[in-house]
């Protein structure tokens, strides 16, 4: 069966910090991977996803960038962190489908930046 | 773009009891899906309608349709303690497209 990882579950960063959020998907192969932030008590925004290994398409002009390495692994980056970027960040993927596809999710990294 | 709403922002009932949740969206979709998240965590796929389905059924879950007003409703019968979460319904096609609203949160008190 397919699994996802994310990983870390929290992280506290200061301001002008770099940032690595990685994610990873077992269980198949090729999927689509994104890349969603999540503000306290609202739904979520789309940052960043990804087709195929090195295909990135950034939904977002914002201070993060994404990365896809290997075929099911999915890097969250930022040089400098900024307080706005503080936020539940998840990372997701599907299976591809041209109408009917849906989202697994990891578990989330609740992401504090001070 | 599209968007879904859900409607109520926070609902709480007793367990036992029917919780209904709805959602309005603004253009043409090819599908409509809700989610649960609970505290803290990813969410989890709970059911796919189709703009061509008018009504769905998983378990203790009916899903309803009408594009003719752009709105859903979730229906969880016979409610638990444990359903308590945030539900999100999501609009698109395919899922780089998906548009998710703001949440109904659940809570089920014994």
């Known amino acids: 069966s397919q699994t996802i990882h994310q990983w870390p579950a929290t992280l506290v960063q200061p301001v002008g910090s770099p940032l690595s959020l990685e994610c990873t998907v077992e269980g198949t192969s090729n999927p689509n991977l994104y890349w969603y932030r999540q503000a306290a008590g609202r739904g979520l925004q789309l940052l960043f996803y990804?087709?195929?290994?090195?295909?990135i398409s950034s939904e977002v002009p914002q201070n993060l960038s994404a990365s896809r390495p290997q075929d099911r692994q999915f890097i969250l980056s930022s040089k400098k962190l900024l307080l706005s970027d503080s936020g539940f960040y998840l990372c997701a993927w599907s299976v591809r489908s041209r109408t009917d596809e849906k989202l697994f999710f990891g578990s989330g990294t609740q992401l504090s930046v001070l | 773009s599209q968007q879904g709403e859900e409607d109520p922002q926070a609902l709480s009932i007793q367990e036992g009891e029917n919780a209904t949740m709805n959602c309005s969206y603004k253009?043409?979709?090819?599908?409509l899906q809700w989610y649960r998240q609970n505290s803290g965590r990813g969410l989890v796929h709970l059911i796919l309608?189709?703009?061509?389905?008018r009504e769905k059924h998983s378990g203790r879950l009916r899903v309803t349709l009408d594009t003719s007003k752009k709105s859903s409703s979730l229906l969880i019968t016979a409610s638990r303690a444990a359903d308590t979460a945030s539900y999100f319904c999501a609009t698109g096609g395919t899922a780089s497209k998906l548009t998710f609203g703001t949440g109904t949160r659940l809570q089920v008190t014994l």
């Open positions: 253009t043409s979709i090819n599908n």
């Open positions: 309608i189709r703009s061509n389905e």
């Open positions: 990804s087709v195929g290994i090195g295909q």
